[in-house]
């Protein structure tokens, strides 16, 4: 039982290229979401999604997308990479908060730099 | 505005020792509240959460916290600190979007550094 599990790792970018990171869970939990982390600043949420095919905007959504095509895969996208997301990415996923308010489990995060 | 407060940036404890990690809320109706904690180069774990009822919640690896309403406050608690609680904690509060969709809103971390 993998859990959360992000793909790449690790990513270095020039200004303006583009990439997808991946986002993987096997725990069958319908909500799924995208957070950065900056220092001091704790976690900030992205984007997130309450069920295959619908996504919704988080607090920093500017110059990201998102897709959800399969349950257990949610994808995070910078279509043209800037300095300023240069950032550590967590995705996670919890079941619906009507179910008992569960607690969200986090992957280990994606570390990308802009340069 | 909804938001969390951790007013301290790092907390230093001698291995033996209680150790406190405090965090403040704001937020409308009930407060649904989480601590996480997060080693280095990881993701954050799940610790404990306040939904409702007592008002000592108690979670993994010996921690609890205390909520208090009228303080609007949930402090993390350990009665002994050891080394390995070393790390990076997270408290954090539900925020509802939509009908019950929610979304967690997280304060700015504060480092717990235990010394032997």
């Known amino acids: 039982n993998a859990g959360v599990t992000q793909t790449p790792k690790f990513r270095v970018l020039k200004t303006g290229q583009s990439m997808t990171l991946l986002c993987a869970q096997d725990?069958?939990?319908?909500?799924m979401y995208w957070y950065r982390q900056d220092p001091g600043m704790g976690l900030r949420l992205i984007h997130y999604?309450?069920?295959?095919?619908?996504?919704a905007k988080g607090e920093v959504p500017d110059g990201y997308n998102v897709s959800r095509l399969k349950k257990q895969n949610f994808l995070l996208g910078l279509e043209s990479a800037a300095p300023s997301q240069t950032s550590v990415y967590f995705c996670?996923?919890?079941?619906?908060f009507g179910t008992g308010h569960q607690p969200q489990h986090f992957g280990d995060g994606t570390r990308l730099s802009i340069l | 505005a909804q938001s969390v407060a951790q007013p301290e940036d790092q907390v230093n404890v001698a291995e033996g020792n209680p150790l406190t990690v405090k965090c403040t809320y704001s937020?409308?109706?009930?407060?649904?509240l989480f601590w996480y904690v997060q080693y280095p180069n990881r993701g954050l774990q799940f610790l404990l959460k306040?939904?409702?009822?007592?008002?000592l919640v108690k979670g993994s690896y010996g921690f609890e916290a205390e909520f208090n309403k009228s303080q609007t406050s949930f402090h993390l608690k350990k009665p002994s600190a050891l080394v390995s609680d070393s790390a990076l904690y997270f408290c954090a509060v539900r925020v509802l979007v939509s009908g019950n969709t929610g979304k967690l809103i997280f304060g700015q971390g504060t480092t717990l550094q235990v010394k032997p």
């Open positions: 725990m069958n939990h319908e909500y």
């Open positions: 937020v409308s109706g009930n407060p649904y």
């Open positions: 996670a996923s919890s079941y619906r």
């Open positions: 306040y939904i409702t009822g007592d008002n």
């Open positions: 999604s309450v069920g295959e095919g619908t996504t």
